[in-house]
């Protein structure tokens, strides 16, 4: 029978231990061991039984059990130590703390509070708002921030049935199921009105619908997490869907959460700050393009509640914005027709300041290559942020040149999109082990805040490799209780199931190779050529295993039929011992996965990886990666800390790539993996593999770190972006008012700007080092000042059809002016490189509001 109602009947706790729920709301334990050792100590069994989570656990626990506990000293004891440790973390000074002082005394910004807007949050596996290294990576800068004490709010969507849970079918086909995910059962917090009814943000819809959510909060150590949630009273059944899963449903249904998590998280944020005390964010992080419709609604508060224009308002929304690219692809972008973008916010439905008209141009793919008529959320994206990145150096180049046309006056070296490169958060995914040993031969388990790094070699091989195989046990059984666990619901029975006991084995070389599957990250580029694959798989002397998972996005038929070819390759009865499909691969799964392999294996196309932070754990727990040179690995590969895949670039026929690609896979893992694994000195280690451990731990740790991460972005990106945005709104947006009519004006002007003639001298025939270029330029400005723009000389290499690389610019100084608009500007240029060269002259807008010379796109050359 089925129940026509449900709900959660919240624990109460005895007074001695209500300190329990307190360390159970905040997802602090999720990477904090010690905690997660006291709620184990109440009961191992029920523990596992509840997945590890603490708010299940306790409404588990009898009162007669909740008695017993609050009766013993020691247990009450652990609990007062842990919440006094729990309260020492969330107000003790941080790196922030000590870092914004600096910033203030030099004069420079320091935000009091940034907000960080993601469609998915990875935190824990217990709260699975997660489909992919998106999510894990947004989850990974939020548990950072808290580390680092940077004052963070995150803002996302709570997913009734989060992304979706993933088991096989006899013949190994993805069959999603979609548990109905409790908030009350969860480590989440309603917020209210101060008299206690729940706190609602609403967002217009077309046809007079209003949408209302409420907002739950997750609290991540010191920062919080608001989630909006579309499934309350009020709402008709189609509006209380939108937030039902990650990344599902039909027609309207994407745009409606993008519409909620932009418009509604900007007003969450401001109840947030109301009922809280919290400061309003001076910064606002879009984590990709699917929450970008959060500048409109900033731009239509100034509108509004300051009387600015719209111009006015996009100044100031833009100098506090920041924009990260996630994806490689045009294919990864959400894209809407422009009619669809007109039904939302035009008519009667229009945002008070925002005409739809100006809304559409921010989306809009009006650059050479794009198409008309389409809305494009990166582009919108990109034009509400005055500083954006990519994630990784390789997709830093990749995003420049998918976005060059919304800077058509600059090479693409030049686009404003920087790179800050994924990090992952050490404590959530290093294993115990790894700790253990550094505290046992390192004196600290604190290698990172020690700078231990360099130490790493007084860690004795032994203990190294006898680690490893600990961890690669942990990771045999973990893999032996999940197929098990897949075989029964694929409808085998425990009597044929005998086998399972016998599959992977803790002392054979581990491969792993885990992530969505999407087509080209090439799940099944390993199977190439089975009959070798087995012969790796069973070789007498160096045999290979291989744990694999991953899921496809459910309506992605093609990523389907990869992984039941992978799964039907692996129930091959041969192999089955050797390799080892695991279905629902999740954040629980990942924490025994990354520890327990030798080998992490990616093989993207190049260059689609954004960045792929999986290698990234694999390394820090010891593993070496084996990968094409693409996102992250093209960057920090050195020859010593894992193997580069060769890569085919040039071959068309995307077949035969895939046959170069994994014959060259083949070759490595055979003659220079399995090799080096399996050569041992007279103690059985392998001293070479453990030097390549050693080394990668030394060279990828510091780099690898989400710390290093979150401290590049609060440098580089929100202090500036803080200070710009302060810059712009103060003396009643003083700031933004100017900006916006220098940009008018310079965009009024612009077409008639022109560099009319240069003059260079000081230079011979034959040029050589130490000579100097003079240069005399003469500039038609049409109105425009000097002051309004900068005359530069670009200088640089030149290839055979004389463009310019390698290029250096030099700003030529006003010598004087003329009649009509025209002045003369002059500079010398000392030649320092030998080789062919180059140069020109060129006229970019030059304004204190812009962050670079390209931001607008305009330049005028010789």
Known sequence: MKAIRRFSVRTVLPSRI??????????????????????????????AQAGEDPVKLLSRLSSDELAALAADDDFVSSVVAANEDLHSYLSDERWYQSWSREQEAAGKAAPAAIAYFSPEFGITSVLPQYSGG???????????????????????????????????????????????????GLPLSLLREEDGTPAVVTVSLPAGRQLHAHVWKAQVGRVPLLLLDSDVPGNDEQTR??????????????????????????RALRLWSRLSGDPTPEVYHTNEGHAGFLGVERITELVRDHGLTFDEALEAVRAATVFTTHTPVPAGIDRFDAAKINLFFGGANAIPGVPVERLLALGAEDYEGGQPGIFNMAVMGLRLA?????????????????????????????????????????????DR???????????????????????????PADAVWSTKREMREKLVADARRRVKASWQKRGASDAELGWV???????????????????????????????????????????????????????????????????????????????????????????????????????????????????????????LNLSILDGWWDEWFDGRNGWAIPTADGVEDADRR???????????????????????????????????????????????????????????????????????????????????????????????????????????????????????????LDGLTPDDVEVQLVHGHVNDVDELWGMEVAPLALVESYEDGRHQFAGSQPLRRTGSFGYSVRVVPKHPGLAGPAELGLARNA
Request: charged content about 25%.
């Open 658 to 780: 895939d046959d170069i690609e994994a014959s060259a896979l083949y070759d490595l893992i055979e003659n220079d993996v399995a090799a080096k694994f399996y050569d041992r000195d007279a103690a059985g280690l392998p001293q070479g593999w453990i030097d390549m451990m050693t080394h990668t731990l030394k060279t990828l740790g510091p780099k690898v770190l989400a710390s290093r991460m979150v401290q590049d972005y609060t440098e580089q990106l929100y202090s500036p972006a803080a200070g710009a945005g302060r810059s712009v709104s103060g003396s009643e947006f003083a700031g933004a008012k100017d900006l916006a009519a220098y940009k008018s004006r310079i965009r009024t002007a612009w077409p008639k700007v022109k560099v009319e003639h240069v003059e260079p001298s000081g230079l011979s025939d034959s040029p050589q080092i130490g000579d100097v270029l003079d240069l005399r330029a003469y500039v038609a």
């Open 241 to 266: 869907k939108v937030t039902e899963s990650l990344y599902g449903g039909g027609g309207d249904t994407r745009l409606e959460q993008e519409l909620l998590l932009g418009i509604g998280g900007v």
């Open 433 to 459: 082990a790894v700790y253990d040993v550094a505290r046992k031969h390192l004196g600290t388990a604190d290698i990172a805040g020690e700078n231990a790094w360099e130490r790493i070699d007084e860690v």
């Open 501 to 623: 006991e016998d599959i992977l084995d803790p002392d054979v070389l581990t491969i792993g190779f885990a992530r969505r599957v999407p087509t080209y990250k090439r799940l099944t580029l390993m199977l190439r050529d089975p009959d070798r694959l087995k012969r790796l798989l069973l070789h007498p002397e160096r045999p290979v295993q291989l744990v694999i998972a991953g899921k496809s996005h459910p309506a992605d038929e093609t990523g389907k039929r990869l992984i039941q070819e992978m799964v039907r390759f692996a129930d091959d009865p041969e192999v089955r011992h050797r390799i080892v499909f695991l279905p629902n691969y999740d954040i629980a799964m990942a924490q025994h996965l990354y520890p327990g392999c030798d080998v992490w294996l990616n093989n993207p196309l190049r260059p689609f990886e954004a960045c792929g932070t999986s290698g990234m754990k694999a390394a820090l727990n010891g593993g």
């Open 386 to 430: 005055q500083r954006a990145n990519g994630v990784s150096q390789l997709h830093g180049v990749v995003s420049r040149e998918m976005f060059d046309g919304l800077w058509p006056g600059f090479d693409d070296v030049e686009v404003p999109i920087s790179s800050i490169t994924n990090g992952v958060h050490a404590p959530t995914w290093v």
């Open 134 to 184: 998106l999510g894990i990576l947004a989850g990974d800068h939020l548990k950072t921030a808290s580390d680092l004490g940077v004052p963070i709010v995150g803002v996302g969507l709570f997913y009734k049935t989060g992304y979706f849970k993933q088991s096989l079918n006899r013949d190994g086909w993805q069959v999603e199921t979609y548990p109905v995910l409790d908030p009350d």
């Open 18 to 47: 209500e300190g329990l729920g307190v360390l159970a709301s905040n997802l602090r334990w999720s990477w904090h061991p010690p905690t997660r050792d006291l709620f184990e100590s109440i009961s191992a069994r029920k523990w």
